[in-house]
């Protein structure tokens, strides 16, 4: 059974629903939360063809909240590249997503018509599920984002021909997440042989904004075209 407590959804605006989008919020975040804060930015974040989720992360105890429950995918031992992941988390974490697409799929969409991306340590969760988890998925986005070093998704990475296209976006005023980390993991990436396409965003800090959001509203329509 998951242990995501809630999903909230823009629903296609169309008469068929032939996509997902997920849409993983950052830690301490909610998915309502983060609707929100996506249709503030951009009115029109809806597509006639695709419904996109936003689910909320499990409440556990956060290590850099000095272990306080909080909203979050997973554990982490420091806010940086430079420690070891908590796989026992990830671990857990990977049912609960893999529940999430399966859902879909029993729905009627197939893999390749589902797009998962996130926000800070939802953009990382879904640097997982597409590079670890489920490769067959259409495309993959992540904003304000890193992976650890030697993570484990480089590890058990595989097949490039057969992977997600990545598009990262990352403030370069950012005071949490280094833009230098989000540039490392896409470089760490693309040596892989991962294809996609990295924005830096002037001035922006930890945060999402209206121009990232329309590079990505714009990346979902190019990997989950009307049919």
């Known amino acids: 059974m998951s242990r995501i407590p809630a999903v909230h959804f823009t629903k296609n605006s169309g008469a068929r629903h032939t996509g997902t989008v997920i849409f993983f919020h950052g830690s301490g975040g909610t998915g309502d939360l983060m609707k929100q804060w996506v249709d503030l930015l951009v009115k029109n974040f809806s ?60 729905s009627g969409i197939p893999v390749n018509r589902i797009i998962v991306g996130g926000f800070s340590m939802g953009g990382a969760l879904a640097l997982h599920t597409a590079y670890r988890w489920e490769t067959k998925l259409a ?44 540039e490392t993991t896409f470089k760490e990436l693309k040596s892989l042989g991962v294809e996609g396409e990295f924005h830096t965003m002037e001035r922006l800090g930890h945060s999402l904004n209206k121009r990232g959001l329309l590079l990505i509203q714009s990346w979902i329509n190019k990997y989950l075209p009307e049919l």
């Open 47 to 106: 597509f006639p063809q695709i419904k996109v989720l936003y689910p909320t992360a499990p409440l556990q105890p956060y290590t850099p909240a000095g272990g306080q429950m909080s909203n979050v995918w997973f554990d982490r031992r420091d806010i940086t590249p430079k420690v070891p992941e908590v796989i026992s988390s990830l671990e857990q974490i990977e049912s609960d997503v893999r529940n999430l697409i399966n859902k879909e799929v029993t």
């Open 139 to 182: 495309a993959t986005f992540a904003f304000s984002s890193f992976l650890n070093e030697n993570s484990v998704v480089y590890e058990e990475f595989k097949n490039a021909a057969n992977v997600p296209p990545l598009l990262q976006i990352h403030g370069n005023a950012d005071d949490l997440v280094d833009i230098k980390w989000g």
